[in-house]
């Protein structure tokens, strides 16, 4: 029996509408920026499994530094104990994040670290003695699909059972070049009538939402005015985080520092699932209390698990060799030049890229959007390109060690998908 036969019979998958969905497709291996499927297909993983991969799948030095670790610890309790893995990523993390970050508390995934962003922020103001229970985030923002990160979410898609049991959150608009003077008053205007603890944001892309990018200069102005009124300032770096956006961190493109960051995705470099919470001193210390029950009492079991940190101390290292920022150079280049050629095409309404990120808005009315999705992504599949296109957005953000001509094959899918469209 193949894959997709025993999987139908028992297993649930996310995202997925069982009764119209077609199975899913058995994949038995991979290998830097390429999928195998048990039908001997393979395709190029223009996605990076969603941005974790980075350095490209079963990376020999990720496997050997995993490897290495496993038979020297494997997993102990966080609570009361430490170890060399968690202490050296701390230092690793610490020489690459915003300068202000001081403290990593660490959880399972991304949705878990913006609840825990989001716990941190509450309990901030609650441990001051003065209670808080406003958030606020921006239109059309993904944070992950647990209850605090869905509150702050507004992909509604996705969250209409449980509105009635959301987390108090108010929205603004991204900021653009047109509406940042609105936006920025519509913000005054939220501060003024609600207590606020937190405004939490994706720095500069919108990853869910379509690979949508805003103003810096709109943001900036926006987290200046949060923190006049002492409002934390959480970036959800969890998508942007690691390389993608040309630097490190895209917090890294704003002058006003995040007071709270959540990393997952690329942390582990697609081999663990793992999500670190880091914040300032200044948040740390609100906890510190000869009353036990003012420190952080939230925890998950395979907290810092050891081989997870393993993958991520190795997956700095790469990150911030001079193969990688070359290569990431090399990505944005070669976007450039496929941007330049492509938004000559009718079909194509805009282009926008950012570091590895590319991506492209269709010419086409909404009511297409629905059917095309499926149509592209098997386009996309026949063309040996694996990419999920989002509305009428298509997008690439490949692994970092992707070889040109794999790039050239997904730039040459994407042109030869235009005449479908
Ligand atoms: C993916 C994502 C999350 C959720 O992470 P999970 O690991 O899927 O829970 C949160 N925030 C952003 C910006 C993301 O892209």
């Not at 994040?97 to 716990?119: E, H, R, W």
């Not at 002492?230 to 770096?237: G, P, S, T, V």
Request: charged share 20%; with cysteine; net charge negative.
């Amino acid at each position: 029996m193949s894959l997709q036969q025993r999987d139908r019979k028992h297993i649930w998958h996310p995202l997925t509408q069982h009764k119209t969905s077609s199975d899913p497709i058995g994949i038995v291996k991979a290998k830097g920026a390429l999928l195998f499927d048990e039908n001997k297909n393979t395709y190029i993983d223009g996605i990076a499994s969603w941005y974790t991969a980075m350095y490209g799948h079963c990376n020999d030095t990720i496997i050997e530094a995993v490897c290495k670790q496993m038979q020297q610890l494997d997993q102990v309790v966080f609570t009361g104990f430490t170890h060399e893995p968690a202490v050296q990523l701390s230092e690793k993390l610490m020489a690459i994040l915003p300068s202000n970050q001081q403290k990593i508390f660490f959880n399972d995934n991304g949705s878990t670290a913006v609840d825990a962003a989001i716990k941190m922020a509450f309990q901030y103001y609650f441990n001051k003695g003065t209670k808080r229970n406003t958030l606020i985030a921006f239109d059309d923002g993904f944070h992950g699909d647990t209850f605090g990160a869905m509150s702050v979410s507004s992909l509604s898609v996705y969250n209409g059972p449980f509105e009635d049991f959301f987390l108090k959150v108010e929205r603004i608009p991204v900021p653009t070049a047109e509406n940042n003077v609105e936006v920025l008053s519509k913000l005054k205007t939220i501060i003024s009538e609600n207590d606020c603890a937190a405004f939490i944001y994706e720095p500069l892309v919108q990853g869910a939402a379509g690979m949508k990018f805003h103003s810096a200069e709109g943001l900036e102005q926006l987290l200046k005015l949060c923190k006049q009124n002492d409002i934390l300032c959480i970036a959800d770096e969890v998508m942007t985080g690691f390389g993608k956006t040309g630097k490190n961190f895209a917090s890294e493109y704003l002058e006003t520092k995040p007071d709270i960051m959540c990393l997952s995705k690329a942390l582990t470099a697609g081999v663990a699932a793992m999500s670190i919470t880091s914040c300032t001193q200044t948040v740390f210390d609100a906890f510190l209390d000869n009353e036990i029950a003012k420190g952080f009492f939230h925890a998950h079991t395979y907290s810092a698990n050891p081989l997870a940190c393993a993958a991520a101390i190795a997956g700095i290292d790469l990150l911030t060799s001079e193969a990688i920022q070359g290569s990431i150079h090399r990505i944005e280049n070669a976007h450039r030049a496929f941007s330049e050629k492509i938004i000559q095409h009718p079909k194509v309404a805009s282009v926008r890229q950012l570091g590895v990120i590319f991506a492209l808005d269709l010419n086409i009315e909404m009511e297409r959007y629905g059917n095309l999705r499926n149509e592209l992504f098997s386009h996309f599949m026949t063309a040996g390109v694996f990419l999920r296109p989002l509305g009428n957005t298509i997008y690439i953000l490949p692994p970092f060690v992707i070889s040109d001509s794999e790039l050239q094959t997904i730039y040459t899918a994407i042109e030869s998908c235009l005449p479908i469209v």
